[in-house]
């Protein structure tokens, strides 16, 4: 915000929200829309805010820059990727310690009856990350398995937060023993909160976001907007 507002001598304003309750809020302003830019989280919810006809087909100049055309932006232009990021476990170092546990390296050790309301996950309704959980334990596991898995994973959830972010900050804080949450939020409380946390992955495998930007069907500054759309698609603003 402030490296564009330096570039292009404009202010920008913008609200924080997880993904579906974006999702909600714009559909809600359609016909009077207060964004002109949506910009972050999984691309899922951009995909449902296509099918209700809220977002606006943009080719900019900069797609070109995508690594991978397919993957990185829609066919029809009317989101692009921004960033990726992987599902990962975010444990509190001092807890483990405690109750003699080491990082989990795999979904299954999550039902450790030694972390029953130790885990903290965002609920998949309002969070693209909880969504993504969701998503993945169903694709590794089947229908049948993985909603077997989730009733028993729900189990041993302290609580469902509305932000997919937010179980890591709680964790650091020795709110629970680990959180499942994309791992660069893990990072960001590690590098910049020095919380004593420890980034572990699930040895299965792991699911992974692709998170997107559209610009608002009807939006009050276009031009701005597709202004923000290319430059969220250089290597200048990349590297931030």
């Known amino acids: ?60 100049p900069n797609m070109k820059n995508l690594l991978v055309q397919t993957n990185y932006k829609a066919k029809d232009n009317i989101w692009a990727a921004i960033y990726s990021g992987s599902l990962g476990f975010c444990s509190n170092k001092q807890m483990l310690a405690k109750a003699g546990l080491k990082a989990p390296t795999s979904w299954d050790e999550l039902l450790n009856p030694a972390l029953k309301g130790q885990v903290m996950v965002a609920h998949p309704s309002t969070s693209g990350t909880s969504y993504t959980a969701l998503a993945t334990i169903l694709q590794m596991r089947g229908d049948a398995a993985g909603w077997e898995f989730i009733k028993k994973y729900a189990g041993q959830i302290s609580q469902f937060t509305k932000s997919g972010a937010a179980p890591a900050k709680f964790v650091g804080q020795g709110e629970g023993t680990v959180a499942i949450v ?11 909160n020095k919380l004593p946390l420890e980034l572990s992955f699930p040895a299965e495998g792991t699911g992974f976001e692709i998170a997107g930007q559209a610009i608002i069907k009807n939006a009050k500054h276009p031009d701005l907007a597709k202004k923000w759309f290319d430059w969220a698609l250089s290597a200048e603003a990349q590297a931030l």
């Open 182 to 192: 994309f791992s660069h939020d893990c990072v960001n409380e590690i590098d910049n």
């Open 1 to 60: 915000k402030q490296e564009f507002e330096k570039k292009y001598g404009v202010t920008v304003n913008y609200v924080r929200m997880s993904s579906g309750e974006s999702l909600a809020r714009l559909i809600a302003e359609k016909d009077n829309p207060q964004f002109d830019i949506w910009w972050g989280g999984p691309v899922d919810s951009f995909i449902a805010a296509k099918k209700v006809g809220i977002l606006e087909a943009y080719n900019s």
